[in-house]
Each structure stands twice: as structure tokens, then as C-alpha cells.
């Protein structure tokens, strides 16, 4: 069921709505008031109150598809809609001697009640792009910026996870979080880059006739470290439907964004999943989670921004002739424009005894919930696959149950993502962990008890090994089965080509995230599709800004991240390589490893313990520049590349 359901069934005209087909009853609420938040240049005001009349037009009348351009952008309080409100007044020239207001803590010409100036620092304190965390009061840290001979200031903590931004990568005009490679515009403060939702406050930056970099703080963004960009009001008038399909991280970012850019009209989000959308990622690391630490947002922000959220509804047909969506719940919806980003499902091998109880894969937050009822401190668990999903869960389980064994069929786990010597330290790091490790092998067979519980398994050489929970970590299938017939072409692993802009052959069907087979930035010439999480979010991102009327094209670098046994992996780029460089100690898990082509360019880099070399990388392929193996032969200083992130961009991109 959804979040909310219609409460109001006399409205219904089956002859005149949008509902081709109804087979579900849907649950009766109560009807819930919220105040309708209109805009002007300075500020948003209270203008009544209305009932929210949850999936729309639905429940009144037959919805039509307008075909219409998308209105041009509304003024939001204070600034551009998606902008902060602000940033002309975020930086200052640090070659001039700037007067603080007399006024200070009054509302400037913005309407936008400032706090009174705080003295941080000298200007003489930082050099040409250096960045410095400095402190506004007890309990705010600010990111000082010098670039360029002007001073910028914004919140010091990636929204992320709180990684200190001053230890980042800093680029001409954005900062690149150390840990997982999310971006900031300097000037607005705004997310470019993921994974994570939220941007950064910006701060009001003077220079004093002493010297003295004053700031001052929005009095509204004082008591947080992030803050969500602009959103647009729903506007009953604009009788357009956007859907987007998915309720992971690609279809979350997608629907905040349409509103962030200015789409006034009716706004679903459909997610086959009964939970609001969340954080996955974390689910294999940390199986005790529940959705409540998970979620990205409640249901009273949906609520607020007018996205109606359609929970444990999946897509069943999508009739691109009609532009209909046909719904697993038996309504048909007419659409303007669609973004899908559907993901995929666990792949469970045809295994004789793979339906045995307690044999699990991980995908949804529910998978987790079902391996952690099963388990005790008796459990004998073993992991089929040596993939991320595969060794998160067992780094997750081994201080929880007897014992763990990872099965895999290479010679050392994440060999095909890290090469040998590095897959040969992880496996090493895992037996330290007390994991047993049985690499070049594979399950043949999965035997159960008498009451239908996996209790062996049998491996390719024939021995046997008791096991209580089998969890499979052996792979996926993309979720586009729906898609067949619909016009919209469907590679043969199931991806969906799309231009730079995310749309796919059919027009205002846009597709993004695990199913999309799109260009990256690098070396790859050819599309090629990528289940990242911090990718999933970009694309949501970048197709909700070209939906709404605008053309951003795609300039992402692939960025992946995880954490075993306290030992965070970061990997950027993508492309085959000949060589892998190390630079550091595998032993002492704090190396950096160049991994470099036939011809002799780095294709990727991970790290271990070395950020923020990983982001540096990233954010140097994102300006369109590259890295050769001359540029990291000098053992003594193979991070001297790090400099040309700072020169001046390629004139042709």
C-alpha cells in the first residue's frame, strides 16, 4: 500500500478518470491538511489551507496529457528555484576592505535575517586555493575557501556522512568529499555530485579594514550542517504528471529534483518496496538497521513537497503509444513524461536446493530482517560469491554467529575489480577476522534436513560443509521486464540505452540508474552500465533537470565505496587495465594503486587509507583531463599529479 491512499470514493467517475482498470480496494484514511505554500521574490507566506487528495486527479477527473513545455522556473524565496538564496552574497574579493552593515543581524534585501558578523580569522591566513576549517561559534565549523582572490565560505561537513570537507579535493569553484566522493558548488553550496541529498548552508564572507574575514550565518541554517534546496509548490492550474519509477536512490533524487527545478504539476513516485525510499547501501554492512535510520526522508516530507508516494506498487506494462503506466495495484496512469530507474533483483543460481528455507540473498532491507531472524551465536553461515554484497555480509555476521565461510570461484576475492595482490590482502584481511575462505570453488549442491532447512553444502571438489544460512551473493537481473513491447529498446542483459541527457529511444521516457546503459566520463567510448549507488543518484539528478526543460548533459565519474572490518575501500574510474601500480603498504592496508592500460593510461585508482587521493582523481577525470604513468613514475612524489586540478580546464569538453 501506498503512504497515503484515496479517502474519498463519490468523486470517482470510472468513465472519466485515469483509473483504466481497478482490481485493488485501497484502504480508507482520514483527510489530512497541510497549508499550500505559495512564493514570492522575498518569501514564502501561509495562503489558506487545503486537503491533500492523495494519487491526484484520480479521484476527480480524467487526466490528459498537455504536452506542454515546461513553465520557465518560478523565483523561490529569495533565489533561483534549486539554488541557495544567497550566494551573491557568499564570497568576497579578499584584495579589498569590505564595511560590515551596521544592521547586521536585520533582514537584508532578500528578507533573510543574517546573525551579526564573527570574526575567524585573517585574510593573510590562507594562500591561493587553500581551504581551512574554521570555527563560527562553539558549535558551527565553517569550509573557508581562497580562490581566485575571493573568499567563499560553507559548511565544513559532507551531508553525507559527515566527512570533513577542508581534508577534500579541492577543483576550480567545488569541493569533492574525501570519503565517498560527493561535490559541492562553492558559491551556492549546492549538491552536484553523490551520493547524499542535502547541500551545504552558505555563509555571507566580508573582510574587515583590519584584515579580519567576518562572517556571518543565515540565522535559519544555524542549528544545521545541511539544508534542502528550494522546492516548488504543487499548482493545481499545471495539469501535467510526471511518474518516476523506483523508490531507490536514482528515483528519491529524481523526484526532489523535479520539484527543486520548478515542476509545479502532479508528481508520483512509485516504489514496489512498502518502505519510503532509503539508504540500501548500508543494509549489507550493517544488518541491524531499521528503516527508520535507513530512510532519506519521512513521510512528512513528501507530504510537504506534494510527491505522492506509491508504496509496494511495482510496474507492470508501460504503453508508450497511450503513455500509460499499468500499476501492479490495477490502476493505469497517463504520463507527460516517465523517469524509470527500476534497479534490479538478487539472482539466485539454479543451485538443487536453492528454495531450501534459509538459504537468503540481500537486496532489500527485508532480506536482512530475514537473515537476522535467523541467525544466533550457533549459526554456521556460509557466503556463495566473493562480491562486495558477499563479503560485507560476512564482515557484517562473523562477531554474531559460530562461524562464516565465503565460497568463490576466483583464486582471490575482487579480483576482477582489483587485480591479485590486492584481492590476495583482502582475503587476508578476512581470515585475520576469523573467515574462512574456499576460493576456486563453487556449490554444487545445497542439502537440506527434514523439515526443509538447509543444513550442508556441497563444493565443487565434493566436501562437505555444515551450514545453517546460506546467503548467495551471486549477482543480479535488471527489473525492465516490464518494459517489453513498449517501444523502448531493451538490450540483451536487460539494460536500456540512453542518450547524454538520460532519454531513451522513445521520447519523455527517461531511464536511469542500475538499468541504464549511458556514457561516464573517462576513457570509456562506448555506454556502459554500472550499479553505483553514487551513479543511481546522479542520473536521478541530471534526467530530472532535462525532464523540467533544461539540458544538462551526463559528466559523471563512477565512484564506489565499502567498508570491511573497519578498512574503508574507495574506487574511482572505470576501464580495463594491464598494470596496477601500488604506491604505499598492502601489509599496513594504506596504499594507492594506479591501475593503467595498454596504452599507459590510469583508468582507475583505489585506495586504502590515503584519502583523498581517490576524490582527487575523480574530480581531475570530471574536468576532462587524464592521468599517465609518467605522470606517477616518481616514487619519491607520485601524488605531484594532484597540482593539475587546480589548472585551468580544457578549453574543448
Known amino acids: 500500500m501506498g503512504v497515503w491512499q484515496p479517502y474519498y470514493r463519490q468523486a470517482l467517475n470510472l468513465t472519466r478518470t485515469i483509473i483504466l482498470r481497478h482490481t485493488v480496494q485501497p484502504r480508507s484514511l482520514a483527510p489530512i491538511s497541510l497549508p499550500i505554500v505559495t512564493e514570492n521574490k522575498h518569501q514564502r507566506h501561509l495562503q489558506g489551507r487545503r486537503r491533500i487528495h492523495t494519487m491526484g486527479s484520480i479521484n476527480c477527473k480524467e487526466y490528459k496529457t498537455t504536452g506542454n513545455v515546461t513553465p520557465k522556473k518560478e523565483q523561490s524565496t529569495g533565489g533561483a528555484v534549486g539554488s541557495y538564496q544567497s550566494k551573491c552574497n557568499s564570497s568576497s574579493d579578499s584584495s579589498k576592505d569590505a564595511s560590515m552593515p551596521v544592521n547586521a543581524n536585520q533582514p537584508d534585501a532578500d528578507g533573510v535575517e543574517y546573525t551579526d558578523p564573527v570574526a575567524v580569522c585573517n585574510v593573510s591566513d590562507l594562500k591561493e586555493n587553500e581551504m581551512k576549517q574554521v570555527d563560527f561559534d562553539e558549535d558551527t565549523r565553517v569550509l573557508l575557501v581562497k580562490q581566485n582572490g575571493r573568499l567563499q565560505a560553507v559548511g565544513a561537513k559532507c551531508t553525507h556522512f559527515g566527512a570533513p570537507l577542508n581534508t577534500g579535493a579541492l577543483s576550480q569553484g567545488r569541493v569533492r568529499c574525501p570519503w565517498h566522493g560527493a561535490c559541492f558548488n562553492l558559491e551556492t553550496g549546492d549538491i552536484e555530485d553523490f551520493p547524499g541529498l542535502d547541500s551545504l548552508p552558505c555563509y555571507n564572507v566580508q573582510v574587515s579594514s583590519e584584515g579580519q574575514v567576518m562572517l556571518r550565518a543565515k540565522r535559519a541554517d544555524l542549528a544545521k550542517s545541511k539544508r534542502v534546496k528550494n522546492m516548488v509548490?504543487?499548482?493545481?492550474?499545471?495539469?501535467?504528471?510526471?511518474?518516476?519509477?523506483?523508490?531507490?536512490?536514482?528515483?528519491?533524487?529524481?523526484?526532489?529534483?523535479?520539484?527543486?527545478?520548478?515542476?509545479?504539476?502532479?508528481?508520483?513516485?512509485?516504489?514496489?518496496?512498502?518502505?519510503?525510499?532509503?539508504?540500501?547501501?548500508?543494509?549489507?554492512?550493517?544488518?541491524?538497521?531499521?528503516?527508520?535510520?535507513?530512510?532519506?526522508?519521512?513521510?512528512?516530507?513528501?507530504?510537504?513537497?506534494?510527491?505522492?508516494?506509491?508504496?509496494?506498487?511495482?510496474?507492470?506494462?508501460?504503453?508508450?503509444?497511450?503513455?500509460?503506466?499499468?500499476?501492479?495495484?490495477?490502476?493505469?496512469?497517463?504520463?507527460?513524461?516517465?523517469?524509470?530507474?527500476?534497479?534490479?533483483?538478487?539472482?539466485?543460481?539454479?543451485?538443487?536446493?536453492?528454495?531450501?528455507?534459509?538459504?537468503?540473498?540481500?537486496?532489500?532491507?527485508?532480506?536482512?530482517?530475514?537473515?537476522?531472524?535467523?541467525?544466533?551465536?550457533?549459526?554456521?553461515?556460509?557466503?556463495?560469491?566473493?562480491?562486495?554484497?558477499?563479503?560485507?555480509?560476512?564482515?557484517?555476521?562473523?562477531?554474531?554467529?559460530?562461524?562464516?565461510?565465503?565460497?568463490?570461484?576466483?583464486?582471490?576475492?575482487?579480483?576482477?575489480?582489483?587485480?591479485?595482490?590486492?584481492?590476495?590482502?583482502?582475503?587476508?584481511?578476512?581470515?585475520?577476522?576469523?573467515?574462512?575462505?574456499?576460493?576456486?570453488?563453487?556449490?554444487?549442491?545445497?542439502?537440506?534436513?527434514?523439515?526443509?532447512?538447509?543444513?550442508?553444502?556441497?563444493?565443487?571438489?565434493?566436501?562437505?560443509?555444515?551450514?545453517?544460512?546460506?546467503?548467495?551473493?551471486?549477482?543480479?537481473?535488471?527489473?525492465?521486464?516490464?518494459?517489453?513491447?513498449?517501444?523502448?529498446?531493451?538490450n540483451r542483459n536487460g539494460s536500456v540505452d540512453v542518450t547524454d541527457f538520460l532519454e531513451s529511444n522513445v521520447p519523455d521516457v527517461y531511464v536511469g540508474g542500475d538499468i541504464a546503459n549511458a556514457h561516464i566520463h573517462g576513457l570509456a567510448h562506448d555506454r556502459v552500465n554500472i550499479g553505483h549507488y553514487q551513479l543511481a543518484q546522479y542520473h536521478g539528478r541530471i534526467a530530472a533537470i532535462n525532464m523540467c526543460g533544461s539540458v544538462k548533459k551526463l559528466e559523471a565519474v563512477p565512484f564506489f565505496f565499502t567498508m570491511l572490518f573497519g578498512k574503508g575501500i574507495r574506487y574511482a574510474g572505470h576501464g580495463s587495465y594491464k598494470d596496477v601500480i601500488i604506491d604505499g603498504s598492502l601489509e599496513d592496508l594504506k596504499f594507492v594503486a594506479y591501475f593503467v592500460n595498454e596504452a599507459d593510461t590510469v583508468t582507475a585508482v583505489a585506495s586504502v587509507g590515503r584519502d583523498p587521493i581517490v576524490a582527487q582523481f575523480a574530480e581531475l577525470i570530471s574536468q576532462g583531463k587524464c592521468l599517465g604513468r609518467g605522470h606517477i613514475e616518481n616514487v619519491e612524489n607520485r601524488e605531484a599529479w594532484t597540482a593539475k586540478l587546480l589548472e585551468p580546464l580544457p578549453l574543448v569538453r
Open 233 to 490: 509548490a504543487r499548482k493545481p492550474e499545471d495539469q501535467r504528471c510526471f511518474i518516476v519509477v523506483g523508490g531507490g536512490p536514482s528515483g528519491a533524487v529524481c523526484a526532489e529534483t523535479l520539484r527543486q527545478e520548478g515542476f509545479t504539476g502532479r508528481l508520483i513516485l512509485v516504489s514496489r518496496e512498502n518502505y519510503l525510499p532509503y539508504d540500501r547501501v548500508k543494509i549489507s554492512k550493517a544488518m541491524n538497521l531499521d528503516i527508520e535510520q535507513l530512510r532519506f526522508r519521512d513521510e512528512e516530507f513528501y507530504k510537504q513537497h506534494d510527491i505522492e508516494v506509491w508504496l509496494g506498487v511495482g510496474a507492470s506494462k508501460l504503453d508508450t503509444a497511450q503513455k500509460e503506466l499499468h500499476c501492479t495495484n490495477g490502476y493505469v496512469v497517463k504520463y507527460d513524461k516517465i523517469y524509470i530507474a527500476t534497479g534490479c533483483s538478487s539472482f539466485k543460481p539454479p543451485i538443487p536446493g536453492a528454495n531450501l528455507n534459509n538459504v537468503k540473498t540481500i537486496r532489500e532491507l527485508d532480506d536482512t530482517k530475514s537473515i537476522i531472524a535467523a541467525v544466533s551465536e550457533a549459526t554456521r553461515v556460509v557466503c556463495l560469491g566473493a562480491s562486495f554484497i558477499a563479503l560485507e555480509a560476512a564482515a557484517s555476521l562473523v562477531s554474531k554467529v559460530a562461524s562464516v565461510t565465503v565460497v568463490g570461484r576466483d583464486k582471490v576475492p575482487l579480483k576482477a575489480a582489483f587485480g591479485e595482490l590486492i584481492g590476495q590482502r583482502v582475503a587476508q584481511l578476512f581470515e585475520e577476522n576469523k573467515v574462512t575462505m574456499r576460493m576456486e570453488s563453487g556449490i554444487t549442491e545445497i542439502i537440506g534436513d527434514d523439515d526443509g532447512n538447509v543444513a550442508e553444502v556441497q563444493l565443487a571438489d565434493e566436501t562437505r560443509i555444515p551450514c545453517d544460512l546460506l546467503i548467495l551473493g551471486t549477482g543480479s537481473t535488471l527489473n525492465t521486464q516490464f518494459l517489453a513491447k513498449s517501444g523502448v529498446r531493451i
